[in-house]
């Protein structure tokens, strides 16, 4: 590639990003459209596989997401309302009892001075709104139907992600063709193994990482639940969905289940329980989660994954939290081409000749 191509190509990238923050509001549909089609296209793959037409296949797998995302819808919201309700109505009751007990407690260990926190404002605070807590779900319901443009907006970019994630995944073979007869002859064997890469990595993140987040947050949901912690759903899916930072999803889980079980039963074997919980899900995620879904495809460095979150969120909000991580492996595998290539030119075996 020559000076002036780079140069076309650096002007082509920058312009790219001008027009992602210009148009972000309205790309958000199309790029979850986008998300959504790659992640299905396996499995209407497999099913096309089976002698069925793609439309057919696709038909069939719109209405099986559909589904399970009703059902899941169904059932989790009461779930998750009624744990916020109780969390709230019974928070005086834990804040009672770590004025009396639990500070005091910790203090003495510390050898620390007396607390001065006002625990008691939070307390009143908690008890003239606690009520408002019980209807979570409807309130929010109420004010985006009290916002008639806000209710119609999000009605149509909900129809044209269906629409576009339609159409892309009836269609994304011939895309894929389309794009494969765009590129140079030249660079076209170097271009198709770097994209069976970035696609190798997008498939574990997109795929794999997200079967892993909802086993974790069913198994941590269910065990905690076994011993009887009230907010074992809340605590299961917010350990679960974070998980896709390594150890970021335990640490929280384990750190919020542990303040729960103590301020619900005040015994320190309980302490005892949500570790095993925890031990038994990091076991099974090491062991058959990850190996299973994901394999060692990834390889990013959990430090990698949280820069690429926020930076994304700050520079282009939503739209960039989506893209983030897609980017961010496909930049890894451009970055190991790089390498590669860095290793076998003559500035590094110059070098390496010198310094031996």
Not at 25 to 54: C, S, T
Not at 234 to 247: E, M
Request: charged share 15%; glycine share 8%.
């Amino acid at each position: 590639m020559s000076v002036q191509q780079q140069w076309w190509l650096l002007a082509a990238v920058a312009l790219g990003g001008i027009v992602l923050y210009l148009l972000g509001p309205v790309l958000v549909p199309f790029i979850g459209a986008a998300i959504l089609a790659y992640v299905a296209d396996p499995l209407v793959d497999r099913l096309q596989g089976w002698k069925m037409p793609r439309t057919l296949a696709v038909v069939l797998v719109f209405l099986i997401f559909t589904i399970v995302a009703l059902l899941l819808l169904l059932v989790l919201i009461p779930l998750i309302e009624e744990q916020v309700r109780v969390l709230v109505q019974k928070l005086p009751r834990y804040i009672d009892w770590l004025q009396a007990e639990g500070l005091p407690w910790l203090m003495a260990r510390l050898g620390m001075a007396e607390t001065t926190l006002d625990l008691a404002t939070l307390k009143n605070a908690v008890q003239q709104h606690w009520q408002q807590a019980g209807g979570i779900a409807r309130e929010m319901l109420s004010q985006v139907s009290r916002s008639g443009m806000a209710l119609v907006g999000w009605i149509v970019n909900l129809m044209v992600a269906v629409v576009v994630s339609f159409y892309l995944l009836r269609d994304w073979d011939d895309v894929i063709e389309r794009l494969h007869a765009l590129l140079p002859r030249r660079n076209e064997a170097v271009i198709v193994r770097l994209a069976r890469q970035a696609d190798e990595v997008l498939g574990a993140f997109l795929r794999g990482q997200l079967l892993v987040m909802l086993a974790l947050g069913l198994i941590y949901s269910v065990g905690l639940s076994i011993i009887g912690l009230d907010f074992a759903l809340l605590i299961g899916l917010v350990a679960g969905l974070i998980s896709f930072v390594p150890y970021l999803g335990t640490i929280v889980g384990v750190l919020a289940a542990l303040i729960a079980a103590l301020l619900q039963f005040h015994d320190p074997l309980y302490l005892v329980f949500v570790g095993l919980v925890f031990g038994i899900g990091q076991m099974l995620e090491g062991t058959v989660l990850t190996p299973l879904l994901v394999g060692d495809r990834i390889g990013m460095h959990p430090v990698a994954v949280i820069f690429a979150v926020l930076a994304g969120g700050q520079l282009f909000g939503f739209i960039g939290v989506l893209l983030a991580l897609p980017v961010a492996a496909v930049a890894m595998v451009l970055l190991r081409y790089a390498h590669e290539q860095y290793r076998q030119s003559d500035l590094y075996t110059d070098d390496h000749s010198e310094s031996a």
